[in-house]
Nanobody, 125 residues
Framework: QLQAFGGGLVQAGGSLKLSCAASGRTFSWSAMAWFRQAPGKEREFVAAVTPNSLTTRYADSVKGRFAISRDNAESTLFLQMASLKPEDTAVYYC????????????????????WGQGTLVTVSS
């Protein structure tokens, strides 16, 4: 129901845009987010957005470099990544909650009910 794509190999300092296509049910009323898992590490929060896009939340490590957005009409979630660093290398997952989501809870993985399969982003130094 969620499919992430757009990953690839990019040089440090470069940009990449990830997309997450939703199907099978509407996620227009769901909080959505991106998480990532680097090799040998646990999955971590990257960014989240509420259904109306009024609230966004970012991990400190990506603030000012990444931007999350969504197009409810196209059932698509985006993650624009800029000034990429080797430490951004990871498999990126999109996720959605069943409900609207509380702004204070957007960064918690356990709040998310639907997960995409992940797309690999590799940043070379």
């Amino acid at each position: 129901q969620l499919q992430a794509f757009g990953g690839g190999l990019v040089q440090a300092g470069g940009s990449l845009k990830l997309s997450c296509a939703a199907s099978g049910r509407t996620f227009s009323w769901s909080a959505m987010a991106w998480f990532r898992q680097a090799p040998g590490k646990e999955r971590e929060f990257v960014a989240a957005v509420t259904p109306n896009s009024l609230t966004t939340r970012y991990a400190d490590s990506v603030k000012g470099r990444f931007a999350i957005s969504r197009d409810n009409a196209e059932s698509t979630l985006f993650l624009q990544m800029a000034s990429l660093k080797p430490e951004d290398t990871a498999v990126y997952y999109c996720a959605a909650q069943k409900g609207l989501g509380l702004p204070s809870q957007l960064q918690y993985q356990q709040e998310y009910d639907f997960w995409g399969q992940g797309t690999l982003v590799t940043v070379s130094s």
